[in-house]
């Protein structure tokens, strides 16, 4: 049973947080948007194998441009600021860290493997909050006070995991140069200003 629950962990947890959960997020209200189609309507109880299967595919389609839009977040801001911070020594830790060959998988290894997963999470569940909010307020069935509570909700949701993002982002920055000491402390050449920088 534990070995179940250790290959649901690794094969199955990263893709559905990090690409299912968020094109799910983001096709939803459109989903609910043509289900007020009468057509729509008919075929989706008619074909209700074949629609789950078809919405699955979608949200993962969609999940994976998310994810392609989330890393260009990620490089484009969060790295950035770091990098500007620790004075270019985010980037060259991360480049260490991928070149490194681990003889024994240390278990911050697996801790920051999780973390990645959230960050995806966090930074592609906003961006499907842009684009799936609009099918709220086209939605017949929903009023305009219940459209604009979910709309100052998904917004409070956005906010927060932009913020989540950010320190998640800065935790596997910490975790990737702890996994790294070794290699500074035999001779990797790193300014000792930019240790102390990254240890704060």
Excluded: C
Excluded at 20 to 27: F, K, S
């Amino acid at each position: 049973m534990k070995e179940l629950f250790s290959a649901f962990g690794s094969a199955v947890f990263f893709p559905l947080v990090s690409l299912v959960l968020p094109g799910l997020t983001a096709i939803a209200p459109w989903f609910v948007w043509l289900m007020g189609s009468a057509g729509f309507q008919k075929m989706v109880q008619q074909n209700h194998t074949e629609t789950a299967f078809v919405l699955m595919l979608i949200s993962v389609f969609v999940g994976i441009v998310l994810d392609d839009i989330g890393i260009r977040i990620e490089s484009l801001w969060l790295d950035r600021r770091r990098d500007s911070r620790t004075k270019g020594l985010h980037l060259a830790e991360w480049w260490a860290y991928l070149r490194k060959p681990f003889a024994i998988e240390p278990s911050g290894r697996r801790h920051l493997r999780n973390l990645v997963a959230r960050l995806k999470f966090e930074l592609g569940v906003p961006v499907a909050l842009v684009l799936g909010v609009p099918g709220i307020w086209l939605n017949r069935a929903t009023g305009s006070k219940a459209a604009f509570l979910m709309t100052a909700g998904a917004v409070a949701l956005l906010v927060y995991l932009l913020t989540e993002a950010t320190a998640t982002h800065d935790t596997l920055g910490k975790l990737r140069h702890e996994l790294l000491r070794e290699l500074w402390d035999v001779g990797l050449s790193v300014p000792e200003s930019n240790r102390l920088q990254m240890s704060k």
